[in-house]
């Protein structure tokens, strides 16, 4: 028998919103994330962003789809160990072409909202797993995707460095479509809508306020 891991879910984000996407374990956040990452194909429907089909892309229009409109921030950072985090956040205006003399300031600036300015010379290995995702996160601030997809890349840090990172991603990434998955609820209770998955279909959805009185998925969540 066929598994549907997804089944008829459906749900609009308007550009530059906040949403969190919340459910227990095995309840499809993954696949949805590989999905929308274009990591996954989905076996019907479509995943439209600003009026286009992603799904139909291919070769160098994805590729190109990939580099230019989209970011990504997975649980296990692809970090280059080669380099330091500094060239590691520089990397993303070198691919873009940006002026040699403006990669200095824009990376220093990057490393400082995201407190990682005394870590820049050291390597991905040498660091910590929160240290790990805020370099993460501050290579994604340098590329200003129009689609942000995190996937519980604030894991690994505590609920303070947590805030300070969604506060940053709200006022460096404004224009930018924001989707965190999220294992708990604090990451994602200031979003703009929160989409609940329970076995592969949304459960509900809503603000965190409107999810905690309603939703008994979304409290357990909470509770757990």
Known sequence: SVTQALDRVSFAV??????????????????????????DKPSSGTIVVGGRDVTALAGKELAKFRRE???FIFQDSNLLDTLTAYENIALALTIRKTPAREIDARVQEAASTLGISDVLQKHPYQMSGG????????????KKPR?????DSTSAVDTATDATIREALRTHLKDSTKIIIAQRVASVC?????????????????????L?????????????
């Open 190 to 210: 200031d979003a703009d809508k929160i989409v609940v998955l329970n076995d592969g279909k949304i459960a509900d959805m809503g603000t965190h306020d409107e």
């Open 131 to 142: 240290q790990k995702q805020r370099l993460c996160i501050a290579r994604a601030l340098l």
């Open 147 to 151: 689609v942000l997809i995190l996937d």
């Open 69 to 71: 409109d989209l970011g």
């Open 212 to 224: 905690m009185e309603r939703s008994e998925i979304y409290r357990e969540v909470y509770t757990s």
């Open 14 to 39: 308007a550009c530059g919103e906040f949403t969190g996407i919340m459910g227990p374990s095995g309840s499809g956040k993954s696949t949805l994330l590989n999905c929308l990452a274009t990591i």
